[in-house]
């Protein structure tokens, strides 16, 4: 691991954690473990993302007692250009940015392709999906992580669905 920091202060402290591990651990045990981060680190990436206009926050009520919030798009740009690129990867061949290659990867893993490509038959972006998640080591180890963290997910929600049940 190279441990230099890279400048961003939510990669750096990953990335001290991981430099600091006794033994080499898979990209799915180092999700597993920090799960517990994971509601304030999105908190603060959404925050990064309205900062920087490229979302908006905002707040609904209904029926005056539940409050959530939104974060739509602001600023279309980026957006633009990320489903151009990964667009033009999927349908067109080109090759991925590891970056790209993790987005295509977490869109297999999430089962998100109908909504990412609306535009493309169903079937043939699933397929696509399936050989771009299966075809690269770095999307093997993205499409697993996410496998596992869905696992844990199921796996909460069944254990306190049946210690809990409703009377």
């Given at each position: 691991v190279d441990a230099r920091p890279t400048g961003d202060p939510i990669l750096d402290n990953a990335l001290l954690n991981i430099s600091g591990a006794r033994k080499p651990r898979k990209a799915r045990d180092w999700l597993l473990s920090h799960q517990k981060l994971?509601?304030?680190?999105?908190?603060?990436?959404?925050?990064?993302?309205?900062?920087?206009?490229?979302?908006?926050?905002?707040?609904r009520e209904v029926l005056w007692v539940f409050h959530f919030k939104r974060y739509p798009t602001e600023e279309e740009r980026p957006e633009r250009a990320i489903r151009k690129e990964i667009h033009g990867v999927l349908f067109?061949?080109?090759?991925?940015?590891?970056?790209?290659?993790?987005?295509l990867c977490l869109i297999h893993a999430c089962s998100l392709g109908r909504e990412v490509f609306p535009d493309h038959p169903h079937k043939e972006t699933q397929q696509r999906l399936k050989?771009?998640?299966?075809?690269?080591?770095?999307?093997?180890?993205?499409?697993?992580s996410i496998a596992a963290v869905t696992m844990l997910i199921?796996?909460?929600?069944?254990?306190?669905?049946?210690?809990?049940?409703?009377?």
């Amino acid at each position: 691991v190279d441990a230099r920091p890279t400048g961003d202060p939510i990669l750096d402290n990953a990335l001290l954690n991981i430099s600091g591990a006794r033994k080499p651990r898979k990209a799915r045990d180092w999700l597993l473990s920090h799960q517990k981060l994971a509601p304030s680190l999105q908190e603060r990436l959404l925050d990064r993302l309205v900062q920087a206009g490229v979302l908006r926050r905002e707040t609904r009520e209904v029926l005056w007692v539940f409050h959530f919030k939104r974060y739509p798009t602001e600023e279309e740009r980026p957006e633009r250009a990320i489903r151009k690129e990964i667009h033009g990867v999927l349908f067109e061949g080109k090759a991925p940015t590891p970056d790209c290659a993790a987005l295509l990867c977490l869109i297999h893993a999430c089962s998100l392709g109908r909504e990412v490509f609306p535009d493309h038959p169903h079937k043939e972006t699933q397929q696509r999906l399936k050989a771009f998640a299966e075809s690269d080591r770095l999307a093997k180890a993205v499409t697993e992580s996410i496998a596992a963290v869905t696992m844990l997910i199921m796996s909460i929600v069944l254990t306190s669905t049946t210690m809990y049940p409703r009377s």
